[in-house]
């Protein structure tokens, strides 16, 4: 499908996996994260995006503990309140399984989306033809050089 194809040209730096490009991306709801809320099987959401972490639980510099308290959760605020760098933000694909379901991303998210769409129209998104709502808020601000 057309939209699907150019999801993947411009994930080509983010999260693409080899396995997992246009027809492959997974789309998860609240419930189904949710059910994976243990050490032993961990998953968070971080910007609408879904990773399986459960690897990562004893090497994560900040410790276990705090990441099983998000374990199922949206995990977004406490991610970003920690002020991560952005070493840590990249080793984020790594764990990376699939998307959040539209109709269970705030409003919110949707609105930022909308205001890049229209306020980026003419400068970072000219020629690409993306789709931004799949495209994701944020990683549409770190690739713009436009100043916001
Ligand atoms: C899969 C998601 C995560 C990854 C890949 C990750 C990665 C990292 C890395 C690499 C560091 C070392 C410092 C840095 O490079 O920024 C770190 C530190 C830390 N992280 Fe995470 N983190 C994740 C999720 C979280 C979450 C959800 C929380 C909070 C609930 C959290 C809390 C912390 C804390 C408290 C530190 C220690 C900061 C310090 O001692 O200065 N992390 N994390």
């Not at 993947?8 to 609240?30: F, H, P």
Request: charged share 30%; proline share 1%.
């Amino acid at each position: 499908m057309g939209e699907e194809t150019e999801i993947s040209a411009k994930r080509e730096n983010q999260d693409a996996k080899d396995e997992n490009t246009d027809s492959g991306v997974k789309y998860y709801t609240r419930e189904e994260v949710q059910a994976h809320n243990t050490s032993k099987d961990t998953w968070l959401i971080i910007h609408d995006k879904v990773y399986d972490i459960t690897g990562f639980m004893e090497e994560h510099p900040g410790g276990e503990e705090v990441l099983l308290e998000q374990a199922g959760a949206d995990a977004t605020e406490s991610f970003e309140d920690v002020g991560h760098s952005t070493d840590a933000r990249e080793m984020l694909q790594q764990y990376y399984i699939g998307e959040l379901h539209m109709d269970d991303r705030k409003k919110e998210s949707k609105k930022v989306v909308d205001h890049l769409v229209n306020s980026h129209r003419n400068c970072c998104t000219r020629g690409h033809h993306v789709s931004l709502l799949h495209v994701g808020a944020q990683s549409l601000l770190n690739s713009c050089k436009h100043p916001h």
